[in-house]
T-cell receptor
Framework: DTEVTQTPKHLVMGMTNKKSLKCEQHMGHRAMYWYKQKAKKPPELMFVYSYEKLSINESVPSRFSPECPNSSLLNLHLHALQPEDSALYLC??????????FGEGSRLTVL | AQSVSQHNHHVILSEAASLELGCNYSYGGTVNLFWYVQYPGQHLQLLLKYFSGDPLVKGIKGFEAEFIKSKFSFNLRKPSVQWSDTAEYFCAGRAPGANNLFFGTGTRLTVIP
């Protein structure tokens, strides 16, 4: 089991829908991350929040919008996605500068 | 650009065989290096990490890795694999204190009973 909790585990959405992925950790970590993982590929970094401020955006399209309401929560808002955005979205957390702890992921299918 | 690379895409071993998975990095200065494992249907788990000090790092489940600065390598080893080691293995790296952890392409390990 992981101490990083992601919901929902599975999400199916149409290209005109608006949905959100949620991530929660209670380890006191001050850095939180979103990664995207396609089948049989490595995780690709999308966003990093450090002390609740967005510190890294890896040129992610604006149809993905991250939000960090507090140090324990991280959201990823989804709007007008494309079928090629279908993937496993991984949340992770860490003490700043230390190893990452990953959640089990939210598997997204865009129809 | 800073990166890590893994040249073994798929490794097939019989149980009890020894394992070595390659990882090379291209960071110019000091570097933090990690090995993560992803068992089928499970989350990424940290096997071991190198920040500084002793270049031979021991991790969980009997794995170890050696940081060889002159070869820009951080290979993962296990003396005797088990069927339960079947998984995807990712090497990852970043500059010390940085938040952008980047992964290699991964090596799929299949252990045959």
């Amino acid at each position: 089991d992981t101490e990083v909790t992601q919901t929902p585990k599975h999400l199916v959405m149409g290209m005109t829908n608006k949905k959100s992925l949620k991530c929660e950790q209670h380890m006191g970590h001050r850095a939180m991350y979103w990664y995207k993982q396609k089948a049989k590929k490595p995780p690709e970094l999308m966003f990093v929040y450090s002390y609740e401020k967005l510190s890294i955006n890896e040129s992610v399209p604006s149809r993905f919008s991250p939000e960090c309401p507090n140090s324990s929560l991280l959201n990823l808002h989804l709007h007008a996605l494309q079928p090629e955005d279908s993937a496993l979205y991984l949340c992770a957390s860490s003490q700043v500068g230390w190893e990452l702890f990953f959640g089990e992921g939210s598997r997204l299918t865009v129809l | 650009a800073q990166s890590v690379s893994q040249h073994n895409h798929h490794v097939i071993l019989s149980e009890a065989a020894s394992l070595e998975l390659g990882c090379n990095y291209s960071y110019g200065g000091t570097v933090n290096l990690f090995w993560y494992v992803q068992y089928p249907g499970q989350h990424l788990q940290l096997l071991l990490k190198y920040f500084s000090g002793d270049p031979l790092v021991k991790g969980i489940k009997g794995f170890e890795a050696e940081f060889i600065k002159s070869k820009f390598s951080f290979n993962l080893r296990k003396p005797s694999v088990q069927w339960s080691d079947t998984a995807e293995y990712f090497c990852a790296g970043r500059a010390p204190g940085a938040n952008n952890l980047f992964f290699g392409t991964g090596t799929r390990l299949t252990v045959i009973p």
